[in-house]
Every structure is written in C-alpha cells, then in structure tokens.
C-alpha cells in the first residue's frame, strides 16, 4: 500500500504518483497502528512503526515542509497533576538536547506534543545498526574498532556535558553505528535527556528514590542514589558498554537486580585478559577501561575529553565493520 503526503489518499501498489496531485507516493507500512497514514505535529506523514518499547513509538515519517524521511520517537506523558509539570521539563530538555550539534550525536529536529498528549521528538533517520545487535549477531569487535568509537562517543559526550547534559543511559542500544562512503564506522549517540526527564517525572512518585536507566551499564553512584549523576556517570556508563564491545560479555553480571547493583556499587571489574588474549595493546585499553570503572567518580578520568586522549594514544590498529551494515532506524 502507497499513500500521498500531500492529501493522504492511499493507492494500490502499481501506482507510483498520487492520480489526484501527482505527488509522488511513499510506502505504508503494514503495522495496524491506527496513526499510520496519518499527519501529526503540523507537518509529518507517519509511514512505518520501527519500534516500541515501555517509553513509546518510533516512526518512520515524512518531513512535508523539508520532503524528507525522518524518525519520530512519541513519549508517553505522566498523567494526573504531574503531566504539565512533566511537559514544561520536556520542552526545556528537549531544547538542549536540539542545540547539540556534535557529528556523533543524533540530530533533533523538532520537538512537540500531539493531540493525544504523547511528546515527540523529531530526529535524523539513521541507517545502521544499534551497537546491541551488532554484538548479538557478530559478537565482540575489533579493538581498534572499539577504541574508535570510544572516541567518537567521547566527542559527543564532550559536547553534550559542556552544555550540561548528562545521558545518564549510555549503553550498546542506545549507539548507532553507520557505515560511510568511504568504508569507515560512523557511530552516534541517542536519547540525551530522555533518562533524566524520566527521572524527574517519577521522583515524587516513591519515597525511596527511583534509579533511571539500565541497570547493567549504572555507575555505582547511580545505583546506590548517594551521589549526584554528572559527566562521570556517563564515563562509566562508557567504560561498560565498550568493555562488552570487546569482549562479548559484561564486566559485572548477576542473577537478580539487587546483586547486580550491588556488583557495580562494590565488585572490582575483570581483567580484559580473562576474556582476551593478554598483549601490550589488551594491558594498556584494559588499564583505560579499569580507570572508568572505577567507584568513586573522582578516580574516574576528569573529563570526555581526557578519556578521548586516553584511547587515541592506544596503538590499535583500525578495523572497520565487515559489510554495510542494514538500514535501521534508532529505536
């Protein structure tokens, strides 16, 4: 099924411009998802569903006024006597977050609510994999492939605490790696800000705090609630996700929540030799990732940008990906 973006006519598939306009046709997706073939936000045709979690929906969308594809990621909004403290917090992360401009870091285009209430972000559409399916269907990277998107990773997050953003949910899935023209691993950062407006929204729900995130890639200050969530917790956040990238396995696992938290909180983390074969470029990375899993935040490097100088001094050669990987959108 094909649909006009002009006036929402939807057409058999033989078709290829609309008969009433001759504007030419985009795929409908077949999701029964009743917004689909529909206009929101003032200006976009909402095409596929590309993924949906607990927080909302991606969409595949038409841009009318730019004639371009774009995801649209809605937010589930709180309800009752928090919701419009919940969209003030929106509108105010959401503007930040746009005003990033790092090449590593997703683009936000626009930002709004729709009529049903859900808050929308308007986004690049990226055509690569999540750094999460990656590892699931090739398993551990290359360590020069590693360490370079470590850096490029570092560059976004420079930015972003700079501007004092804090992702506060930096993890495999939340990493989106593009091949380039030329060959080389293009990765970008999702979702800056969506962790902590999360957190603010929930905080007068409980007494006993709310931690936000996964709890797989939580700094210990994260899970222990004892410390405030700064640029440090991103580096560690970091120091676990590219700890897995390298080896296939996460440095801290466990068998309930509460173990796991309590690994981060107080568990020193393996050695990059018990899963990779010990050389001077494992022993000099392993030592990088051990002084971003450190506990206490100010053992941690100061800054992205003295975790980006760490890994460009490692003499690791550079492997990019094997393959294009497939066309996805962040999800």
């Known amino acids: ?23 030419a046709l985009l795929t409908l997706g077949a999701d029964p998802d009743p917004r689909l073939g529909t ?36 937010l589930h909004p ?29 683009t936000i285009h626009d930002f709004g609510r729709l009529d049903d209430g859900d808050f929308y972000l308007v986004m690049e559409l990226l055509h690569g994999q999540p750094a999460d399916v990656l590892l699931e269907t090739r398993g551990a990277l290359p360590l020069g492939l590693v360490r370079e998107i470590g850096v490029q990773v570092c560059r976004s997050l420079a930015e972003a605490h700079a501007r ?9 899935s939340n990493l989106v790696l593009e091949s380039t023209p030329t060959g080389e691993t293009h990765a970008k950062v999702l979702d800056f800000g969506v962790a902590k407006l999360l957190e603010e929204g929930t905080a ?63 568990a020193p983390p393996p050695p990059l030799t018990r899963y990779l074969a010990p050389s001077p470029e494992v022993e000099q990375l392993g030592g990088i990732l051990e002084r971003c899993l450190a506990k206490a935040p100010a053992d941690r490097f100061p800054s992205a940008d003295a975790l980006m ?10 492997a990019p990906i094997e393959g294009p990987p497939a066309p996805r959108a962040v999800a």
């Open 204 to 266: 007068t729900l409980t007494t006993s705090g709310t931690t936000v995130g996964t709890v797989a890639y939580m700094s210990p200050e994260q899970v222990e609630g004892t410390g405030a969530v700064g640029p440090a917790s991103d580096l560690y956040a970091l120091g676990v996700t590219l700890f897995e990238l390298a080896t296939g396995e996460r440095p801290f696992v466990a068998d309930s929540r509460l173990a796991l938290m309590f690994k981060h909180a107080s």
């Open 309 to 318: 100088r760490a890994l460009s001094a490692t003499p690791l050669g550079l």
């Open 78 to 106: 709180l309800t009752g006597e928090l919701a419009e403290l919940m969209a003030a917090r929106f509108t105010r992360e959401a503007r930040v977050t746009a005003s990033l401009r790092s090449p590593h870091t997703v």
């Open 39 to 74: 206009a929101v936000g003032g200006g976009y045709v909402l095409l596929d569903v590309l993924g949906e979690g607990g927080m909302g929906i991606v969409y595949r969308a038409w841009q009318r006024s730019t004639a371009r594809e774009v995801a649209i990621k809605t």
């Open 164 to 172: 004092g953003v804090v992702h506060r949910d930096l993890k495999p």
């Open 1 to 23: 099924m094909k649909i006009c973006p002009t006036c929402l006519a939807r057409h058999d598939d033989p078709f290829s411009r609309c008969p009433e306009d001759g504007a």
